[in-house]
């Protein structure tokens, strides 16, 4: 199969898009398939996987690269000759990807990514997010198929008109975030230097420090016994959540990868989100990998992700005391930890880059015997 992948964002910038495209290339590469990537420029390698990745003509907005249409694209995506074209949460490049994908009579799966509901709202936009919406189901109402990660993406898309819908959720790494890794001397080192020797808790946080992330909301934990919070990430809030958090047992640890952040994941005893824009919740699925009860909040992503009461809790994002009663129950309980963690890990096991993208490829395939079938159609109606 000879796949061209369209995406918003691509290396170095690394982010929920970004990663999955980068899962979708590894199950690709090493399934003996072919593919291309097409991504704004921003600095990227040349080739992923042995892939060749082309950039085109971008230009930076708040500090990310947004790609512009250009006649490239049209040309890559002719060369290439793929059998199917994956627009990953397309914006304008991916748009341009779709277009020209339908002249050609190429078959398109786009991924929707980006909640627009959620952006609209924090920064009130009023009608703007009408036409923002508008936008959306312009572009992809040219796709065969736009896969959705959950039932609240689902809900908002459908609302929008956009037609043609499907779910896909997001895989994770098993082996990387595992319970086992609490063994680990690296992790029960970082363990040790948050808690306190074992004196707290550790509820530690991983993602961007960004305003749609809601990291105030930790401000409601304040003055609890036995917690230490731990943040890992960087972004444009690092500065304002630091000084909003100051004064509580807060250690920020920076953006961490790897082997660093799954010591990370090990040495924490519960995982706190607090964003309401999630359109899966990725960091999510790492925690329950990693076997830790999670707290988040009954909007977007998250909602399929943690059963409240069995692997976590849902707080409402609009209660603090709600947020904080869900933290002190777990902070004050480590038999509820070790029963809630064990059930996120179960989880989970079936939700491996393995099968996920398997499941991606029937996707693929599914819109390419339908397009197949659509031109015999027009074919035998024309004889």
């Known amino acids: 199969m000879r796949v061209a992948i369209i995406s918003e964002s691509f290396l170095p910038t690394v982010n929920g898009v970004t990663n999955s ?15 291309i990537v097409i991504a704004p420029a ?31 694209v049209a040309r890559l995506i002719a060369g290439f000759e793929p059998d199917v074209l994956h627009a990953a949460s397309p914006f304008l490049l991916g748009a341009q990807g779709i277009a020209s994908a339908n002249r050609l009579g190429i078959p398109s799966v786009a991924v929707f990514q980006t909640d627009v509901a959620g952006y609209a709202r924090r920064n009130r936009l009023g009608s703007a997010s009408k036409l923002a919406w508008r936008v959306v189901k312009w572009i992809h109402d040219g796709a065969d198929r736009t896969l959705v990660p959950s039932s609240a993406s689902q809900h908002d898309l459908e609302r929008a008109g956009v037609p043609r819908l499907a779910r896909w959720g997001r895989g994770v790494d098993l082996e990387r975030y595992h319970p086992n890794n609490r063994m680990r001397p690296t992790a029960q080192a970082l ?27 930790l401000a409601a934990l304040r003055g609890m016994p036995g917690l230490h919070l731990a943040i890992v990430g960087d972004g444009p809030s690092d500065q304002r959540i630091r000084h909003l958090l100051h004064g509580m047992p807060a250690t920020f640890l920076g953006r961490l990868s790897g082997a660093d952040l799954a010591d990370a994941y090990a040495a924490f005893d519960a995982f706190v989100h607090t964003g309401t824009e999630e359109t899966f919740g990725q960091t999510l699925q790492e925690a329950h990998a990693a076997g830790l009860p999670v707290v988040a909040p009954a909007a977007g992503g998250p909602i399929d992700l943690v059963r409240h009461g069995e692997d976590g809790y849902l707080f409402d994002p609009d209660e603090p005391r709600d947020l904080r009663m869900r933290v002190e129950s777990l902070v004050a309980d480590p038999a509820l930890r070790r029963r809630m963690g064990e059930a996120g890990r179960r989880a989970v096991i079936g939700t491996s880059w393995a099968s996920v993208c398997d499941e991606l490829l029937g996707h693929y395939r599914s819109v390419m015997g339908a397009k197949v079938v659509a031109k015999r159609t027009r074919v035998g109606s024309h004889a």
Do not use: T, W
């Open 21 to 35: 495209v980068c899962k979708v290339l590894d199950h690709l590469a090493a399934n003996g398939h072919d593919a």
């Open 42 to 72: 921003a600095g990227s390698p040349s080739h992923y996987k042995g892939f060749r990745v082309h950039e085109v003509p971008a230009v930076a907005y708040r500090q990310f690269p947004v790609g512009m249409p250009s006649v490239q």
């Open 191 to 217: 363990s040790a230097l948050l808690s306190r020797g074992g004196q707290d808790a550790v509820v530690g946080y991983v993602g961007r420090i960004a305003p749609e992330k809601g990291l105030e909301r």
